[in-house]
């Protein structure tokens, strides 16, 4: 058992850089390879024992519901058939956590997501997991995450280097070492810099083990960019409010596989990568891919 029981996943958002297909249906039930985006993200929260998932969610999202529940009628057919494997995988969903749904109403943020998330949550630290990252099961990062927090107290973020004419397009962090090479002290945060105003090229990604006083700070957090309540503006406060009193921000300087399934050309990649690692399809798809490119 671990420290951090409850998980906030976002997934109120409209998905436009996904139109025509998330159209009608939610961009994280777009399927990764084999199963939804979304569901990875349970996956990985279950998998360091985090079973109590909230997810904040909108209009048109019923499809995410009905995945994470039973389907007896699916269940009755496969079963008069004697389909006992096909059974087994439509009920993964179903077994991994507990799934809670808010509504958060209007699309003000994803600060304004996370506070929704404040009735559920409570007074405990708890995770945000942004659906558009997911990260590789072979390089696990909560883990690491809660045992920095354990340490130090506070919220802790997850960065990652990337080239610097890609930071305008994440939340960024200013850092200083901290007691081991790949854990930091953040010292400023700032969400998608202008060009030439990069404090680093740490950019945020999306996981998060947030201090319940980020509830505190997030009531009185102002539109920021772009006229939305952002979440990295209520972490910068953090940074100079007493560990004592819940404030403090540590991160982890990831190196792991992390895959972007935020807009078509990253969710392309993501699923080539991944299907290439798959035990059922990733041999003959590998096989298949060399001889398409050759030709
Ligand atoms: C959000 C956060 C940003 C973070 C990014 C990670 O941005 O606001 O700080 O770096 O997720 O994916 P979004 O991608 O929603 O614009």
């Known amino acids: 058992m671990n420290s951090v029981r409850k998980v906030v996943i976002p997934v109120a958002g409209l998905g436009t850089r996904f139109l025509p ?3 009608a249906v939610p961009k994280e039930m777009l399927p990764v390879v084999d199963k939804p985006a979304v569901q990875y993200n349970v996956e990985e ?8 998932v909230l997810m904040v969610t909108g209009r048109n999202k019923e499809a995410i519901e009905n995945h994470f529940d039973a ?3 699916l269940n009755a057919n496969l079963a008069a058939k004697g389909d006992e494997a096909r059974i087994a995988l439509a009920a993964e969903s179903e077994n991994l956590a507990q799934i809670h749904f808010v509504r958060q109403g209007e699309a003000l943020g994803l600060g304004h997501a996370v506070l929704c998330a404040k009735g559920h949550v409570g007074n405990e630290p708890f995770v945000v997991m942004l659906g558009d990252d997911l990260i590789d099961a072979r390089d696990p990062v909560l883990e690491q995450m ?4 354990e340490q130090h107290g506070g919220s802790v973020l997850c960065l990652m280097e990337v080239p610097q004419d890609q930071v305008y397009l994440y939340g960024c962090a200013a ?3 901290a007691d081991s090479p790949d854990v930091v002290r953040v010292t400023g945060l700032v969400e998608k810099p202008p060009p030439g105003e990069e404090p680093s090229n740490l950019i ?7 201090d319940p006083k980020v509830f505190e700070v997030l009531e009185r957090t102002e539109p920021g960019r772009g006229g939305e309540i ?4 209520a972490l910068h406060e953090l940074i100079d409010i007493d560990p004592q009193d819940g404030g403090g921000v540590h991160a982890v300087v990831f190196d792991g596989r992390r895959y972007d399934t935020g807009d078509k050309l990253s969710y392309l990649q993501a699923n080539v990568m991944l299907a290439l690692d798959n035990d059922e399809l990733g041999g003959s798809f590998r096989e298949w891919l060399k001889s398409y490119l050759s030709e």
Do not use: F, H, N
């Open 175 to 177: 850092v200083e070492p």
């Open 204 to 210: 945020v990604i999306g996981r998060y083990l947030l």
């Open 230 to 233: 952002q979440l990295t503006d």
């Open 146 to 149: 809660i045992a920095i927090r």
């Open 71 to 73: 389907m007896p009628e």
């Open 45 to 52: 929260a279950a998998s360091v024992g985090i079973t109590d």
């Open 21 to 23: 297909a998330s159209k």
